[in-house]
């Protein structure tokens, strides 16, 4: 399968390509040339067959022209070593979690499969590939744990010293092994830029192959379409659609998540209807509104992994919907929350269901207690576990410890492992060329 740029100036690539890439040549993003549709009795039957089978027949229809099926069912199996379970959280309403990999958050998935995917892709290449990754948070410990320990690939991630929190630290400066964390002295925008200059310095591309992982590299992005599809499994399993439609709602940053659920919409599954549920960072609840896409900055929420004021993955729904706002539109409907909206729903959630969600979460929930109506069941992404935001949550529910799961507890005992780094790019270049590699 070959894939073309949302920006369409530059010619198609192999799959290998758009992986090791990441980004196209003219800026756009990789998109699959051909979605392809699921025949009516997959879904017939699909109640049947478990995550993992479902997850491979969806990879086999993405990269089955590229990778042969005992290969490609490794992979697949491999990166689902863990969960996506459905809890009733209210009356018609689910919570699909997703925290329940490595670092109890979404993210996990796509990392742990693209770490897998270009690992096959490298088999036979003997220089080591060196994947960079700026973060404020969350996307470092996803990459960071996703890739630990896979041969043939080193991790560099870069964060801003002093700004992501104790438990996020933890999660990527303990492992050791392939992972080497950077502390910069500055902001989350000086480590991207550091990374960014060194994309584009021909200088030391020449030396040595470097790599992103962030979600924008269709090996991320492609495998998130695996737990739409096993939701609707388990829901029909369970008797739940048989008088009722489908609706999902997912908690937006750079639109990744959501933009995997279209797709599989687009194989057929059957959705009567997307929500995207933003913070206030809402340019995309703008654009639905008025057809009118103004990024802007972003502000800080306490739904802070979509605290983005530029989505990314916006240009693959456009590409998607040929800009056709009027389709768009009417595909996703959009819901936006205050921080002070967000603690009452987190409070209201906690009191009345006895569940506690996540602020990403919370507005998930809000969202379908706001659009179902009676024909209607609702699946909110529950996109990390709440323990991620301790603080946050502790406040609102006003007490006790929010137990931390055992694999965060873990990794707070690890040994903190990083090097310094300045901001300044001929620090940072000097000191990758200067590892022993
Ligand atoms: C990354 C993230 C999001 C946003 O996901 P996108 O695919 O960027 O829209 C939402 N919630 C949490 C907890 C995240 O880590």
Redesign the pocket.
């Given at each position: 399968m070959k894939y073309y740029s949302t920006n369409k100036n530059t010619p198609d690539v192999s799959l290998k390509e758009a992986v090791v890439k990441g980004l196209a040549a003219d800026n756009g993003l990789f998109m699959p040339e051909r979605i392809e549709k699921f025949e009516p009795a997959f879904f017939e039957n699909i109640q049947h067959l478990s995550f993992q089978e479902i997850a491979f027949e969806v990879a086999n229809k993405f990269f089955g022209e590229d990778i042969e099926e005992a290969k490609l069912k490794e992979i697949v199996y491999d990166t689902l070593q863990f969960d996506c379970p459905l809890v009733k959280v209210a009356d018609s309403i689910y919570s699909l979690e997703l925290f329940h990999g490595p670092t109890l958050?979404?993210?996990d998935v796509g990392a742990r499969f693209m770490a897998r995917l270009l690992h096959h892709f490298l088999d036979k290449q003997e220089k080591l590939v060196n994947v960079l990754v700026a973060t404020s948070g969350?996307?470092g410990s996803?990459v960071a744990n996703g890739f630990l320990g896979v041969e043939g690939i080193h991790v560099y991630v870069l964060y801003p010293k002093g700004k992501v929190s104790t438990i996020q630290e933890s999660q990527f400066t303990t492992l050791g092994q392939n992972i080497t964390a950077l502390e910069v002295e500055g902001t989350f925008d000086d480590c991207q830029y550091l990374v960014k200059t060194a994309f584009l310095d021909e200088e030391l591309n020449k030396k040595m192959v470097l790599t992103s992982a962030n979600?924008i590299n269709v090996a991320r992005f492609l495998p998130?379409a695996f737990y739409y599809f096993n939701a609707y499994a388990r829901l029909k399993e369970a008797g739940k659609l048989d008088d009722k439609k489908l609706v999902f709602s997912?908690?937006?940053?750079?639109?990744?998540?959501?933009?995997a659920g279209l797709i599989a919409a687009e194989m057929g599954l059957p959705v009567k209807q997307f929500i995207a549920a933003n913070n206030e960072n809402d340019v995309v609840f703008q654009y639905l509104e008025s057809g009118e896409y103004k990024p802007r900055p972003s502000v800080e929420t306490i739904?802070n992994?979509?605290d983005?004021g530029a989505?990314s993955?916006f240009a693959r729904i456009l590409d998607l919907y040929k800009n056709d706002h009027s389709v768009i539109a009417k595909k996703i409907k959009g819901y936006r929350y205050s921080d002070e909206e967000i603690r009452k729903v987190i409070l209201k959630v906690y009191n009345e269901q006895e569940y506690l969600c996540?602020p990403?979460g919370a507005c998930g929930y809000q969202s379908l207690s706001e659009y179902l109506s009676e024909h209607e069941v609702g699946v909110f992404l529950e996109?990390?576990h709440p323990a991620?935001f301790t603080e946050t949550v502790e406040k609102v529910i006003g007490k006790g410890e929010v137990k931390l799961p055992n694999k965060l507890a873990a990794f707070m005992k690890g040994e903190k492992q990083r090097e310094l780094m300045t901001s300044a790019y001929e620090d940072f270049k000097s000191y990758l060329q200067n590892r022993p590699v």
């Open positions: 958050a979404f993210k969350d996307t996803a979600s998130q997912v908690p937006s940053g750079n639109f990744g998540n959501l933009t739904a992994a979509m983005v989505p993955n996540d990403h996109t990390a991620k």
